[in-house]
């Protein structure tokens, strides 16, 4: 009998992430720890989204050092440039040049109705720049690009996906199959963490008050103070529940970091008041990005080894990238 040699291919994954301040808890539990988690199994493909940050006023040397900053730690919570391909968006210039493509084929209409525009416009009246109204044909770029199967994000860029799917699709019908559709991939726990300060809104490292959010490089005794102030409520057990939307967000938190369920966490604390809860919750959390900080501080250290890194990334990036703009371009009629 014949034996088959023929391997299968992995399936793709993208994503990326702003350079737009230290990561939070909720970019780490949203996306980044499921990255990691992904590396195996999949073809991925991870990048830092620098053009989208100057979507609202970025300070040059801190926008810089935000950059390196990020991509140090991407390394640092396990991504592997050997395994995947790890890049700074800017450095490969295929984004820039497929969004304007994709901006022709995406609507006025469509862009207005994104929650993330109408969010930001509000806290940055002064500054509603064509680039925050048309970011979503951006990030649609970046991924169609890659051709990918998965694009894991937390709950938030849910609508910004949707958007990527039905340019690609509306291409797609217009041309042929030039853009493979993606599909998002949202975890279950950990998709959306809130403020501690105030949990109906999204926890983000842009939020004024740093106590509203747990950056991923704050250390064990910032980390558990601020659990110990997060904002809960004035009943006492600790249960998912309505109008509980603080625990539930802490219950959310330790769910994702420790595997436990609702109910599991539930029979833990039975009998035990909110502040033992918290306190665990911020030593669970304190305990998970210790070794991160560490091997942070690491590479960040070593600028030279960092730009090994990076300059390799874009390369393998753009020989990805170039292919599909090609494709993209001869179908609109362009002269290549
Ligand atoms: P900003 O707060 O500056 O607007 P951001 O953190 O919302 O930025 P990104 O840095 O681009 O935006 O987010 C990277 C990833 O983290 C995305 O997949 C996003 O969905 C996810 N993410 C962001 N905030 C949260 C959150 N609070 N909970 C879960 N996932 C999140
Ligand atoms: N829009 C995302 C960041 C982002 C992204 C992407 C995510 C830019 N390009 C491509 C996934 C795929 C955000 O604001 N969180």
């Known amino acids: 009998m014949c034996e088959t040699t023929a391997t299968v291919e992995k ?13 939070t808890l909720g970019n780490y539990l949203g996306a980044l720890k499921n990255w ?3 590396q195996d199994e999949f073809d991925c493909t991870f990048a830092v989204a620098d053009l989208h940050a100057i979507t609202v006023r970025q300070e040059p040397a801190k926008l810089r050092q935000q950059i390196y900053s990020i991509y140090a730690l991407m390394l640092a919570l396990g991504l592997d440039p050997n395994r995947s391909t790890l890049f700074i968006q800017s450095q490969v210039p295929e984004h820039a040049q497929l969004s304007w493509i994709l901006s ?7 862009l207005s109705r994104m929650t993330q525009f109408k969010d930001k416009s509000a806290s940055h009246a002064d500054n509603i720049n064509v680039g925050l109204f048309a970011y ?5 770029a970046d991924i169609l690009l890659y051709q990918p199967d998965f694009v894991p994000v937390g709950a938030d860029q849910k609508q910004h996906l949707e ?16 853009f493979t559709v993606p599909e998002p991939y949202i975890p279950r726990a950990g998709a959306r963490v ?12 842009s939020d004024p008050n740093p106590n509203g959010y747990v950056s991923i490089l704050d250390d064990r005794d910032t980390v558990i103070r601020k659990f110990k102030r997060a904002v809960t409520d004035s009943q006492t057990q600790v249960c998912v529940g309505e109008g509980k939307d603080g625990v ?21 604390f039975e009998g035990k008041g909110y502040g033992d809860f918290k306190l665990a919750v911020g030593e669970t959390v304190a305990d998970a990005l210790a070794p991160i900080r560490t091997r942070y501080n690491e590479l960040i250290a070593d600028k030279k080894q960092l730009e090994v890194y990076y300059r390799e990334g874009a390369l393998r990036a753009e020989r990805v990238a170039r292919k599909t703009l090609c494709k993209a371009m001869k179908k609109v009629g ?3």
């Open 163 to 178: 958007i990527a799917r039905d340019i690609a699709l509306r291409f797609n019908r217009l041309y042929g199959d030039v």
């Open 136 to 140: 979503p044909a951006l990030m649609a």
């Open 36 to 38: 990691v988690g992904m």
């Open 194 to 205: 809130m403020s501690l300060q105030n949990p109906t809104k999204k926890m983000s490292k």
């Open 11 to 23: 399936k793709k994954v993208l994503s990326c992430i702003q350079p737009s301040g230290v990561p």
């Open 248 to 268: 539930n967000n802490l219950i959310g938190i330790y769910s994702a970091i420790t595997g436990k369920s609702e109910e599991e966490i539930a029979r833990e």
């Open 334 to 336: 362009f002269v290549l």
């Open 104 to 110: 022709c084929y995406t609507q006025f209409g469509e």
